[in-house]
């Protein structure tokens, strides 16, 4: 599969020299091998999609995207590398990628040397601000404090932070314990386990003795299905201590098996259940080319508008100069799958906040939505008081 | 710390110590008799996880009277054939074995994931292993042991004394014992030591499948699953003394009580480096593990 994106990606190459007047290079780096690649395989394929569309459709002002796919291999200072050679050899006008923040922190550097432009499809921990990244997923205030405002008002007072150990869940437990003394409700306890690590009985024994009302989880990737399996075999459920959680979303579903999961929460800016017309026509797309199977995921449909929002900043600007279309991308709106997004100046995103409940199938339902839109705060004013974008 | 937390992690002392043997035990056996630092170790367990996965797929929720021996016999065949065909042509050299070893869990992994996808699949316990025994009322009111952790510590205790009877008790048992001492002695005796090798990696093989078909319950099933379990397994068996299966037992139990006290103690992230680092000192003190065997076979390498 990799082999093949690459020479797909080298014929391309040679392909889009000889056809250089008729085309606009983008790159989509992403990790297509190792740890990551479960996640971002998939992101890689939603970019993909939009680009096929808008080709369809005629293109960018006249000229069809080609795509420069890359590999990060799940490895942070290749991120850099590839996104150097993107922007020095192959001068894209825009790169798509990235998913942890180690990733991008990497790749942050080699975008502002060369004044590039890259587009960052999943939440995080916020306290970055790039002009050099757009960052459409979910700024801490738009996943991880709607979810304890919603925690607060189904009447949990009790919070229990639990999550991986590195830099997102550290940080965003770093605001959410902030806000929790702010609120003047209790942290119940906090716990980071190693990014894979399999073993909850402690957390768990943990977990019993804090008697929480609610666990806030910021678990990533396959930790996860050990810790449901665990905490469902010492006897909780979704009815007896409900966990709300920020890097479960329907793939993952799938992979932890959906029965595990019922009746628990996730927040997000996205939900494959969502039913506006334009997330129907995106799902409907996906599945035709990746299978009617496939689950998709908020970093997807991020993924997948980003490439719009790109074509619509490049067409405001009437230039693919990444320093313009910065410039013109403020403002940008979009009615997308996501429901209406529009551009901040600090280039995250204004959006709404969904909580869903998983049921069967791992497809959430969603149960809340932030009243209207929410603006993005890359900086959280009691966690990092004083600290504004530039 | 009131007491249904210090017996609640006294419990969980003893469940991680059961999954620690239950992954060391068939690296203990390879490493201990072959001086094959078996990295693909790993792989295996995964390799059992995914027929329990199958074996779940095809009978139903009652599965685990066919993931059992369906993960024992398909690891065991696995091992056996990459005893004959890679690991039998690199004997006596360690660096080289790690490597080749290294290269097939590379390759393990990667046909897990072309197989079976690089998401995990799910395998759920059956329903008579969910559910607790929760002891009510007195002083540890509410405590709870979980069916499935105690499963997990009886399949364990199971195969170590299947394990110890096997070596102590049987003539297969006898042979090994025999390589494991001298091995040109044992050969020149009559023991087929190429046959006795090969037997006895499909043997720590085949227990590692039985573990993954174990730990499937506890933890995920997917393409890289191996590699959580294999450095503490190694730890396990460097502790314990090289070649030892009671002393991977002793250290197995060490190792696990020391990660819930520090785990209880202070936080999970901090428990990690602490157990490293107590295993760094231990081996200090004793370098060769908690019971060295003499052998002439060991002195060797």
Redesign the interface.
């Known amino acids: 599969m990799t082999y093949r994106n690459l020479t797909a990606s080298l014929t391309l190459l040679l392909l889009g020299n000889a056809l250089a007047q008729g085309t606009v290079k983008v790159g989509v780096l992403h990790s297509l091998t190792g740890?990551m690649?479960?996640s971002e395989?998939t992101v890689a394929n939603a970019a993909q999609l939009a680009v096929d569309e808008i080709n369809a459709a005629g293109g960018v002002m006249g000229k069809k995207i080609q795509v420069i796919k890359e590999d990060g291999a799940s490895d942070w200072p290749t991120f850099a590398t590839k996104a150097e050679k993107l922007l020095t050899q192959d001068k894209v006008a825009a790169v798509f990628g990235g998913w942890t923040s180690a990733s991008r922190k990497a790749m942050l550097p080699v975008f502002e040397k060369n004044k590039g432009l890259l587009f960052y499809p999943v939440q995080f921990e916020g306290n970055e601000c790039s002009p050099n990244i757009i960052y459409t997923g979910a700024q801490p205030n738009q996943q991880a404090l709607p979810a304890l405002e919603w925690a607060l008002s189904k009447g949990y007072k009790n919070i229990f932070l639990l999550g991986s150990?590195y830099v997102y869940p550290r940080t965003a437990n770093l605001i959410l314990k902030k806000h929790i003394a702010a609120k003047g409700t209790n942290l119940a306890g906090e716990?980071?386990?190693?990014l894979?690590?399999?073993?909850f009985?402690?957390?768990i024994?943990?977990i019993?003795?804090a008697k929480p009302d609610v666990i806030i989880n910021t678990l990533n990737g396959?930790s996860n299905?050990?810790f449901f399996?665990?905490y469902?075999?010492?006897?909780y459920s979704a009815a007896t201590l409900p966990v709300i959680s920020f890097s479960i979303a329907e793939?993952e579903a799938?992979?932890?098996?959906?029965?595990?999961l019922t009746g628990q929460y996730a927040t997000w800016n996205y939900f494959q259940s969502l039913p506006n017309a334009a997330n129907k026509k995106f799902v409907a797309a996906y599945q035709k080319k990746y299978g009617a199977k496939a689950a998709i995921t908020d970093p997807m449909a991020h993924a997948y508008m980003d490439v719009y929002l790109w074509k619509a900043a490049v067409e405001k600007a009437k230039s693919f100069d990444p320093v313009a279309v910065r410039k013109a991308i403020v403002g940008v709106s979009t009615d997308s799958p996501l429901g209406k997004i529009t551009v901040d100046k600090n280039g995250s995103l204004t959006q709404t906040v969904y909580t869903g409940q998983s049921g069967a199938g791992g497809q959430f339902k969603v149960v809340a939505q932030s009243g209207g839109v929410i603006a993005p705060q890359p900086y959280d004013a009691l966690a990092f008081p004083g600290k504004t974008c530039p | 710390m009131?007491a249904?937390?210090l017996f609640?992690?006294l419990?969980?002392g003893l469940?991680?110590a059961s999954?620690l043997l239950l992954a060391a035990l068939g690296l203990a056996l390879s490493f201990g008799l072959m001086r094959v630092i078996n990295m693909a170790h790993g792989e295996f367990l995964m390799f059992g996880g995914y027929l329990t996965y199958l074996a779940s797929q095809w009978v139903g929720p009652q599965f685990l009277w066919l993931a059992f021996p369906l993960a024992f016999v398909g690891s065991a065949l696995l091992g056996a054939v990459l005893e004959f065909t890679v690991i039998r042509r690199l004997y006596g050299r360690p660096l080289d074995t790690l490597l080749a070893t290294f290269g097939i869990s590379l390759i393990l992994q990667q046909a897990a994931r072309q197989i079976f996808g690089?998401?995990?699949?799910?395998?759920?316990?059956p329903a008579w292993?969910?559910?607790?025994i929760?002891v009510h009322g007195g002083a540890l009111d509410?405590l709870?042991f979980?069916?499935?952790?105690l499963f997990v510590m009886a399949l364990s205790a199971l195969v170590l004394i299947a394990v110890w009877w096997l070596l102590n008790r049987s003539r297969f048992g006898m042979h090994v014992r025999a390589v494991n001492q001298n091995r040109e002695v044992a050969s020149s005796l009559g023991v087929n030591t190429r046959q006795l090798d090969m037997l006895v990696f499909a043997l720590g093989s085949g227990i590692a499948g039985v573990a993954g078909a174990g730990?499937a319950?506890?933890?995920?099933v997917?393409p890289?699953?191996g590699?959580?379990?294999i450095v503490n397994a190694f730890l396990v068996v460097v502790v314990g003394g090289v070649g030892s299966v009671l002393g991977g037992a002793v250290a197995a139990l060490l190792l696990g009580c020391i990660?819930?006290l520090a785990?209880?103690l202070t936080?999970?992230?901090l428990?990690?480096a602490i157990l490293l680092v107590v295993v760094v000192a231990f081996l200090q003190w004793k370098p060769r593990g908690l019971f060295p065997t003499q052998s002439r076979a060991l002195e060797e390498a």
């Open positions: 740890t690649a479960i395989i150990d716990e980071y386990v190693a894979g690590g399999t073993e009985s402690s957390v024994n943990k019993k003795a396959d299905v050990s399996k665990q469902q075999a010492a006897g793939q799938q992979s932890i098996g959906p029965a595990l | 009131d249904v937390f609640g992690q419990f969980t469940s991680v999954i690089s998401t995990g699949v799910p395998v759920m316990a292993l969910s559910g607790a929760t509410g709870t979980p069916y499935v952790r730990l319950l506890l933890a995920p997917n890289t699953v590699s959580a379990y990660t819930a785990e209880g936080s999970v992230s428990a990690q």
